[in-house]
């Protein structure tokens, strides 16, 4: 489904990629772990196409075509959807506004009729239980005065109403408590099926006790410097990373 | 430039203004005179740095006579908004129209009529206040105003009476407005302890290109609560210059809001004189321009005297060359203790041909006071941009959006719920074509 090619990429004048090759198959589910500043967001937004950085190299394929020629809102609009690791408020706009705007781009874009208001709302009850939201927040503007848990669950939501193929949840786990971590999970699992994927980036094993991943990478210094199955999340938890990220100076000797 | 108009003075003395009263020959004969020695205003006063009248000077406006033109009800649809027992005065091309407006609705206490019936049948509806509250020794426009002055609505609300319903006062140009001027002049007078809502609409059906020079006088008596708002949605080839003027008594509010999307060049000035112990005056607004549009507002709010509040929120949205000027002066007298004032003037400019000047300015001369100002001008942030375009949203759509979600806040305050959504409406469709509320 996904086939990135030794990408590489940039923000500003700095190298953060540096030549990511990693293949994801429908029906996995690859998580990615790394020390802080590895480049795992950048690899994530890179794959939503964030015009803030620049690929300098390589190639992703998704489903046969070049992912990286695609507008950010045509990769959502051929599934695929990001959670970010830092939600963006936008004040002004309610959450059922941008939400329905989202849901009826994408349905638009596959020839599907666009849904009005209450269908809407209707369609939102269901979603709204999957992530435990009180139906109030659909009201509120854009993630504003959203506390930490709430933002991580309104990015699920917005996954769960949009139906992706490829899933990328960026630390969506960080800064949760052990009952919001379960509806997280939870709300990934319930949307799993055999034709999607997903790739969780994280910093720690428990999430992965939930979402139980069939391949683990470890990215250093923008590169994948070691691939396993979910027992290496668990010889990371208690190792840490030092014994496979070499310090950067040592490259160049 | 001031030849012409001295000569169509020369011609309205001769006729119509003979039969006037006394006192509105020599206000008129004041304001010839006084436009005479000031001449237009060019950018080398300080007030009019920003903002060059030189197309208005240097082109050539005919006195409007009137509705030459038939504005049938149904045009007029379009800006009649809220319900439709609301009272509506419709003046056409600068004169006003009895078959169009619906005076006979308006409540118990509250009355309404038209500038020159006033000036031929009532002068005593006028004379106390006319040209007394706006003053126009040192202002080009308002003593051009004073001296061609012809027609606009006469408001008196009478003490105590509270009206929950507005009343709206239409100024609509059509073809027949082309090359032509319209001095209009209005005149509210909220009596002690009333409550009441006005609106002034300048609209405008078809494109052409005319001149409104417009005055409007305010006084808010002890205790009276005024909503004020300034609905100017000109034709893109119109000049407009209005300047509004309201003297506050003691324990009064004034509550303004000014909408301003119309017009090649538009110049709103809005003072008020909070010139008694414990009133409020709030100036909101939003602007938005697009082409080659400019677009100035002025405020001046006058703390006269203790123990009153100001709270003023302007917002811009300049796209494509648009020029935007904001000036908002907070004048607090020394003896205008426990002054509370707050402004703000928020831009944010969607090309990198939109201008925004914006001049916040406090002269503050009292010294227990609390007084805070700011401006910004920013654009579009790339990174809510992006989020939205990550759920599939259009570049386009987002921009939209992102745009109207920056004006949301301001016209969030029209208290007015008809107008509000009017005005909600109208900038949701100048910036995304599609009307329904985010
Ligand atoms: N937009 C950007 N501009 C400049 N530097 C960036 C930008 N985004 C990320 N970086 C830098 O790239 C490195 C990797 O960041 P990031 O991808 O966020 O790491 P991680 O998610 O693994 O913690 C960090 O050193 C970070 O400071
Ligand atoms: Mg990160």
Known sequence: MLEIKDLYAKAGDRDILRGITLDVAAGEVHAIMGPNGSGKSTLAQVLAGNPAYEVTGGSVTYQGIDLLALQPEERAQQGVFLAFQYPIEIPGVSNAYFLRSAFNSIRAARGQEEVDPLEFLDYMEKKLELVDMDVEMLSRSVNMGFSGGEKKRNEILQMAVLEPRLALLDETDSGLDIDALRIVANGVNALKRPDNATIVVTHYQRLLNYIVPDFVHVLAHGKIVKSGDKSLALELEAKGYDWLVEPQGALAS | ????????????????????????????????????????????????????????????????????????????????????????????????????????????????????????????????????????????????????MSDGAVIHIAPYIESPIPLHVIFVSDANAAKGVAHLRNLIVAGHHSKATVIESYVSLGDSGYFTNAVTEVQVEQGATLTHYKIQRESQRAFHVHTIDAKQARDSHYLSFSFATGAALSRTNIYTNLDGEGCGATLNGLYMADDEQHVDHQTNIIHSQPNCFSREIYKGILSGSAHGVFNGKVYVYPIAQKTDGKQTNNNLLLSERARIDTKPQLEIFADDVRCTHGATVGRLDEMALFYMRSRGVSTDAATKLLTYAFAADVLETIEVEAVRSELERATLERFSGSSATP
């Open chain 2, 1 to 148: 430039m001031t030849a012409p108009y001295l000569a169509d003075f020369t011609t309205l003395s001769n006729n119509g203004a003979r039969a006037e009263p006394d006192w509105l020959r020599t206000t008129r004969r004041q304001g010839i005179e006084r436009f005479a020695a000031l001449g237009f205003p060019t950018p080398r006063n300080e007030d009019w740095h920003f903002t060059s009248v030189s197309s208005i000077a240097e082109a050539t406006f005919t006195p409007l006579r009137g509705a030459s033109g038939q504005v049938a009800k149904s045009a007029l649809e379009p800006f009649q908004f809220g319900q439709s027992d609301w009272p509506v005065l419709v003046f056409v091309n600068g004169k006003y129209d009895a078959s169009l407006s619906t005076p006979a609705s308006l409540a118990t206490g509250i009355r309404a009529i038209d500038l020159s019936t006033a000036m031929r049948d009532e002068p005593s509806l006028i004379e106390p206040w006319l040209g007394k509250l706006s003053p126009s020794e040192d202002r080009s426009f308002s003593a051009l105003n004073a001296a061609f």
